[in-house]
């Protein structure tokens, strides 16, 4: 499976902070905020991942990143010349995708759980149709509401309605089969002038082809694109990672975990800078606690 990471558009709930930089790279607590949804790709397994931004910023994501294989995987970047829907993904990623089905994921968004890793790894085996995601939200109305019927079916996907019919957001993790670049193809313009991922998960809705599944109460999911949700996504990352001593969106940890990367790999991260929490950290998985030394 492919996985698309969507780091695009214009940031403008978070002006000024994204006067000269992109929203992707704003730091969630200790880590660019893009760390937060590729690790969640990684958790499903998937090695294979295009970045798609904008002109003036894919070359950012070009340095973060490199070819990937500093985390044992295959990094690719396409631009979005302009913010024209998140369905453009799917065409703009065609030749990415190839005869692969897909995973794609919001780059500001911010998922946590201890059920988190299984659930991804079991739907980066979905083959048939799509799977997205449903979270219970106070404001649906700034969401992709999924309405569903007196049997607790999905039987309707709205993009922001006024009137919600539940309180069920889409997330912005979405798991498809090939298929799905032949439907964006398909899509025309919504009224705001973009290509819907919402008409994309109606069509496949209506075919009898998705998938809903809803977290349960123990998944975090927050929507980082405002100065406040920004803030609480920190706050909640350093008060985990402080509690527990364990690190969340730690890219090189789950690549060492998951084998995409070898103990030699991580310390080449580890010992980039002596007197920093995230490379002590590191240091700290591979058994030493200096630059170098074995731990005492």
Same mark, same amino acid.
């Given at each position: 499976?492919? &996985?698309?990471?969507?780091? $695009? &558009? +214009?940031?403008?709930?978070?002006?000024?902070? /994204?006067?000269?930089?992109?929203?992707?790279?704003? *730091?969630?607590?200790?880590? %660019?905020?893009?760390?937060?949804?590729?690790? @969640?790709?990684?958790?499903?397994?998937?090695?294979?991942?295009?970045?798609?931004?904008? %002109?003036? +910023?894919?070359?950012?994501?070009?340095?973060?990143?490199?070819?990937?294989?500093?985390?044992?995987?295959?990094?690719?970047?396409?631009? #979005?010349?302009?913010?024209?829907? @998140?369905?453009?993904?799917?065409?703009?990623?065609?030749?990415?995708? $190839?005869?692969? =089905?897909?995973?794609?994921?919001?780059?500001?968004?911010?998922?946590?759980?201890?059920?988190? *890793?299984?659930? @991804?790894? !079991?739907?980066?085996? +979905?083959?048939?149709? $799509?799977?997205?995601?449903?979270?219970?939200?106070?404001?649906?109305?700034?969401?992709?509401?999924?309405?569903?019927?007196?049997? #607790?079916?999905?039987?309707?996907?709205?993009?922001?309605? !006024?009137? %919600?019919?539940?309180?069920?957001?889409?997330?912005?993790?979405?798991?498809?089969?090939?298929?799905? @670049?032949?439907?964006?193809?398909?899509?025309? %313009?919504?009224?705001?002038?973009?290509?819907?991922? /919402?008409?994309?998960?109606?069509?496949?809705?209506?075919?009898?082809?998705?998938?809903?599944?809803?977290?349960?109460?123990?998944?975090?999911?927050?929507? /980082?694109? /405002? =100065?406040?949700?920004?803030?609480?996504?920190?706050?909640?990352v350093q008060a985990v990672e402080h509690r527990q001593g364990l690190k969340i969106g730690c890219v090189e940890e789950i690549a060492y975990r998951k084998d995409f990367i070898d103990r030699d790999q991580v310390l080449r991260t580890g010992n980039l800078v002596k007197d920093n929490p995230y490379c002590e950290y590191l240091r700290r998985l591979c058994g030493t606690d200096s630059p170098g030394g074995p731990a005492e």
């Amino acid at each position: 499976m492919k &996985g698309i990471i969507l780091a $695009g &558009g +214009h940031g403008l709930r978070l002006y000024p902070q /994204t006067l000269a930089i992109s929203k992707q790279i704003i *730091p969630i607590f200790d880590k %660019p905020m893009i760390y937060y949804p590729l690790s @969640v790709l990684m958790m499903a397994g998937i090695r294979d991942i295009l970045v798609i931004s904008s %002109p003036e +910023h894919i070359d950012l994501y070009r340095r973060l990143f490199g070819d990937g294989s500093a985390l044992g995987m295959r990094f690719d970047y396409a631009v #979005q010349p302009a913010p024209e829907g @998140v369905a453009q993904a799917f065409l703009i990623g065609e030749s990415f995708i $190839g005869n692969d =089905p897909c995973a794609l994921i919001f780059g500001d968004n911010f998922f946590y759980g201890s059920s988190l *890793p299984e659930l @991804v790894e !079991r739907a980066a085996l +979905h083959r048939d149709g $799509g799977l997205v995601f449903a979270c219970y939200v106070k404001e649906p109305e700034r969401y992709g509401v999924v309405e569903f019927d007196e049997r #607790q079916r999905a039987v309707n996907i709205e993009e922001k309605p !006024r009137h %919600p019919r539940s309180n069920y957001a889409v997330t912005g993790m979405y798991f498809y089969d090939n298929e799905v @670049v032949s439907i964006a193809k398909t899509l025309r %313009p919504s009224g705001r002038g973009e290509l819907e991922i /919402t008409d994309v998960n109606n069509i496949y809705l209506r075919r009898g082809m998705l998938k809903v599944e809803r977290f349960d109460e123990g998944i975090v999911w927050m929507d /980082t694109g /405002t =100065p406040e949700s920004l803030l609480e996504a920190s706050n909640f990352v350093q008060a985990v990672e402080h509690r527990q001593g364990l690190k969340i969106g730690c890219v090189e940890e789950i690549a060492y975990r998951k084998d995409f990367i070898d103990r030699d790999q991580v310390l080449r991260t580890g010992n980039l800078v002596k007197d920093n929490p995230y490379c002590e950290y590191l240091r700290r998985l591979c058994g030493t606690d200096s630059p170098g030394g074995p731990a005492e």
